[in-house]
């Protein structure tokens, strides 16, 4: 199979495509975006695509809307160039939070993105962990929803898990939670979370026996920590004992450095490489 495949990156996380291919024994294919005075951008593969199987390597993180671009501009070269059959791995669908229409005269952006993915050219999504796993029905064309949980697993597996909780800081990823916790062993509890902003939630309380506990709190995402500051805080409340934090996709935006930071008592804060690390991390 993979004597027939072409991978190329996208400018967001060439590191992510390039450990990638060393895995699967394949070359990394040059590409080359440009800019024209006018701030359009031009994009260029610059190997045979060919009734080849592609691969276009991008996740979808800062600045969102350029790497988007790229990332359609790239798919609709490969088929342009009569690719035989087009994936685009998007390690991180930034959109997925864009899943309803939860006020009057929005977007549902999730939705929209899928459709330019399909029409630029994608006859296959790879992506991982999205926020809101219904988005994956949102796409025309096939979608391989994969998960990190194993891999978090393996982290932690062979330690003293013996007093140790999963803990969700919502209900909505309380059973990625469930699976975690199986894999480990362990209780799995979730807070009970009121969203008022993009950065403000109230975690009201907390479902499940934490109290003098070891917890492993788990979430798909950290952006900018609100959520994740907040689910400390009622732990701490109710008297837990030492503290990890997991998560797919480590975004670390705005002040969320910062924040983590300033949280005493976490042991270690554990991510995959599904997205680039911002420097300050």
Same mark, same amino acid.
């Given at each position: 199979?993979?004597?027939?495949?072409?991978?190329?990156?996208?400018s967001?996380h060439?590191?992510? /495509?390039?450990?990638?291919?060393? #895995?699967? $024994?394949?070359?990394?294919s040059p590409?080359?975006t440009?800019?024209?005075?006018?701030?359009?951008?031009q994009?260029?593969?610059?190997?045979?695509?060919? @009734?080849?199987?592609v691969?276009?390597? @991008?996740?979808?993180?800062q600045?969102v809307?350029?790497n988007?671009?790229?990332?359609?501009?790239?798919?609709?070269?490969?088929?342009g160039a009569s690719?035989?059959? #087009?994936?685009a791995v998007i390690?991180h669908?930034?959109?997925?939070?864009?899943?309803?229409?939860?006020?009057? *005269?929005i977007? !549902?952006? /999730?939705r929209l993105? /899928?459709?330019?993915l399909?029409?630029a050219?994608a006859?296959? =999504?790879?992506?991982?962990?999205?926020h809101s +796993?219904?988005?994956?029905?949102?796409f025309? %064309?096939? %979608?391989d929803?994969?998960?990190?949980?194993?891999?978090?697993?393996g982290h932690f597996a062979g *330690?003293?898990?013996?007093n140790?909780?999963?803990?969700? +800081?919502?209900?909505?990823?309380?059973? &990625?939670?469930? @699976?975690l916790a199986?894999?480990?062993?362990?209780?799995?509890? /979730?807070?009970?979370?009121?969203?008022l902003?993009?950065?403000?939630v109230v975690?009201?309380?907390?479902v499940?026996?934490?109290a $003098?506990k070891d917890?492993?709190v788990?979430?798909?995402?950290?952006?900018?920590a609100?959520?994740?500051?907040? #689910?400390?805080?009622?732990? *701490?409340a109710v008297? =837990?004992?030492?503290?990890? !934090?997991?998560?797919?996709?480590?975004?670390?935006?705005g002040?969320?450095?910062?924040?983590?930071k300033?949280?005493?008592g &976490?042991d270690e804060i554990?991510t995959?490489n599904?997205?680039p690390l911002?420097?300050?991390?």
């Amino acid at each position: 199979m993979t004597g027939d495949i072409t991978v190329f990156s996208g400018s967001a996380h060439p590191a992510f /495509a390039e450990e990638m291919c060393q #895995i699967l $024994g394949v070359e990394l294919s040059p590409s080359r975006t440009t800019r024209f005075s006018n701030d359009c951008l031009q994009t260029q593969l610059r190997a045979n695509c060919r @009734q080849r199987d592609v691969y276009i390597v @991008q996740p979808l993180v800062q600045p969102v809307q350029e790497n988007l671009v790229e990332l359609c501009l790239m798919l609709d070269a490969a088929r342009g160039a009569s690719a035989a059959h #087009i994936t685009a791995v998007i390690p991180h669908f930034a959109y997925a939070r864009s899943d309803k229409k939860d006020a009057p *005269r929005i977007s !549902i952006g /999730a939705r929209l993105v /899928a459709d330019m993915l399909a029409t630029a050219g994608a006859s296959r =999504v790879i992506t991982m962990a999205m926020h809101s +796993p219904q988005v994956h029905g949102f796409f025309s %064309v096939p %979608v391989d929803h994969l998960s990190a949980v194993r891999e978090l697993a393996g982290h932690f597996a062979g *330690r003293d898990l013996s007093n140790t909780v999963v803990v969700s +800081p919502d209900l909505g990823n309380a059973k &990625v939670a469930s @699976q975690l916790a199986r894999l480990l062993g362990t209780p799995v509890a /979730a807070g009970s979370k009121r969203r008022l902003a993009d950065d403000k939630v109230v975690i009201d309380n907390i479902v499940g026996d934490v109290a $003098g506990k070891d917890v492993i709190v788990l979430d798909d995402e950290i952006a900018n920590a609100g959520t994740i500051v907040e #689910i400390l805080a009622r732990l *701490r409340a109710v008297g =837990v004992g030492s503290i990890a !934090i997991a998560c797919t996709h480590g975004l670390f935006t705005g002040p969320a450095v910062e924040r983590l930071k300033q949280e005493p008592g &976490v042991d270690e804060i554990v991510t995959t490489n599904t997205v680039p690390l911002p420097p300050e991390s």
